[in-house]
């Protein structure tokens, strides 16, 4: 059984950084994709960032792009989000998710992840 745990959330003023780290209970965690989501109250879950299955690609969405890093270490079933310079928009239940993608793709959409975590609540004040 797959299961992903979020951690790291909380509440920072903006500007501030906050580091997310997903830990995945996958028997071959190599073998998916990891994405990070995002969905604040009243709106759909949108897409924050994906790696790819051994971490040579990634993409981001552009409203947090040169702001957020993702990576992964396949060693340690770990994908991490780091955030910085973060603003009162980026206040959220954030989410990871895994994807068993091919090799070397990386996808933006909702429908396409397999397993989810709970989520954790990000919140930045202004």
């Known amino acids: 059984q797959v299961q992903l745990v979020e951690s790291g959330g909380g509440l920072v003023q903006a500007g501030g950084s906050l580091r997310l780290s997903c830990a995945a209970s996958?028997?071959?965690?190599?073998?998916?994709?990891m994405g990070w989501f995002r969905q604040a109250p009243g709106k759909e879950r949108e897409f924050v960032a994906a790696i790819s299955r051994s971490g040579t690609s990634t993409t981001y969405a552009d409203s947090v792009k040169g702001r957020f890093t993702i990576s992964r270490d396949n060693a340690k079933n770990t994908a991490v989000l780091q955030m910085n310079s973060l603003k009162p928009e980026d206040t959220a239940v954030y989410y990871c998710?895994?994807?068993?993608?091919?090799?070397?793709?990386?996808?933006?959409?909702?429908?396409?992840?397999?397993?989810w975590g709970q989520g954790t609540q990000v919140t930045v004040s202004s």
């Open positions: 996958i028997r071959t965690f190599s073998n998916y994709a």
């Open positions: 998710a895994a994807d068993r993608a091919m090799y070397g793709i990386v996808r933006t959409t909702v429908n396409e992840y397999d397993y």
